[in-house]
């Protein structure tokens, strides 16, 4: 199994991953801050340096990160600066973490070809993950949740 990590605005999104064939599961949490723990309230206040992201567990033989990161700027506008829809915020900037020197120069490939179709607007940051923690468990799979009270 191989592990994406992606910021998409309010890891809510975390749906847009349902259902892609090889795709085995999705957590909401935080990434990319000053500290190993974080929590919601402390990203809301801005000064962690963490965004949302989806951590996104899938199988390599079936689906490659490269199309995991293509399907990633599918699903949210890379264009907007600190910003996805009506959610605004550093914490909800577009940023990709890698964990090897694969999956950045993958990254930075996909990111390369995006931003060619789109004129050069493309603000997505790619770094080396930093300080990732799973969000509070409410976070998790939320409209799933919702949908069923």
């Known amino acids: ?32 801050g000053k500290s190993p723990k974080v929590s919601y309230e402390q990203i809301c206040g801005g000064d962690t340096e963490h965004i949302e992201v989806v951590k996104v567990t899938f199988d390599p033989k079936i689906i490659t990160y490269e199309d995991i990161t293509r399907l990633f700027f599918k699903i949210h506008n890379p264009t907007t600066l600190n910003r996805q829809g009506p959610n605004v915020g550093y914490q909800y900037r577009s940023e990709i973490f890698y964990n090897t020197e694969e ?12 931003n060619k179709k789109l004129d050069g607007k ?14 509070e468990e409410y976070h998790q799979k939320y409209f799933e949740k919702r949908s069923k009270r």
């Open 1 to 32: 199994m191989q592990i994406f990590i992606g910021g998409i605005g309010c890891f809510w999104d975390e749906t847009e991953y349902q259902g892609v064939s090889g795709i085995i599961s999705t957590e909401c949490g935080y990434c990319g």
């Open 103 to 114: 999956e950045k120069i993958s990254s930075q490939k996909v990111l390369d070809e995006v």
């Open 122 to 135: 493309v603000v997505t940051v790619i770094r080396k993950e930093k300080n990732y923690c799973k969000a």
